[in-house]
């Protein structure tokens, strides 16, 4: 696993305690080389026909559980740019105390949850990210899913939560006009090639 993470096709993210800032012990390797990903899920297991030219598609769209491995190959992008983030946030590197994808395990006190990007300053702020590719515009669903995860984090009295919607296709102006979102961060305009 060391060498996968020095080689940089896996990348390990250490989730922290949110009252001290250090980080846990606790950890999960994540995939963060997008074509690696690509090629595990549709070429290894077809390189047979691959090689024998006998492998036919439509279209990329058309392969099986493709917006779910693009939702996946988003947040990658998104988490491989972090500071991208922190600008359009207007957070400085010195006001991080940590920052990574969180996420907090099931106890007797407390119910489990999951922080596709959290962002904690020194300021008392955790900056709940959520990262959404869709093919269509997000709905205001993704309101509610924020809301829960935030009402499930565990976290000291006097900290503020805000929430941040990441997103790539669009979102409904249901989203813009509910004005939940503290910010919300338009991908795409990081992506336009110059």
């Known amino acids: 696993l060391t060498e996968l993470e020095l080689a940089g096709f896996i990348t390990r993210d250490f989730t922290w305690n949110i009252k001290s800032g250090v980080d846990s012990k606790l950890s999960k390797y994540r995939l963060c080389d997008n074509y690696l990903r690509f090629y595990l899920k549709y070429i290894d297991k077809n390189l047979g026909k691959i090689n024998r030219n006998s492998f036919r598609f439509k279209s990329l769209s058309s392969l099986p559980e493709w917006n779910t491995i693009m939702g996946l190959q988003f947040e990658n992008l998104v988490l491989n740019n972090r500071s991208l983030i922190h600008q359009a946030l207007n957070i400085a590197p010195n006001e991080i105390v940590s920052e990574n994808p969180f996420y907090q395990h099931k106890t007797h006190r407390e119910l489990g949850c999951q922080v596709d990007y959290l962002i904690q300053t020194k300021f008392h702020t955790l900056y ?54 503290a910010a919300i961060i338009d991908f795409s305009k990081y992506l336009d090639a110059n």
């Open 128 to 181: 709940v990210c959520e990262i959404k590719f869709s093919k269509n515009l997000i709905n205001s669903s993704v309101i509610d899913e924020v809301q829960k995860k935030i009402d499930l984090l565990s976290y000291p009295k006097g900290y503020s939560c805000r929430p941040v919607l990441i997103h790539v296709n669009g979102c409904s102006s249901e989203i813009i006009d509910s004005d939940y979102f």
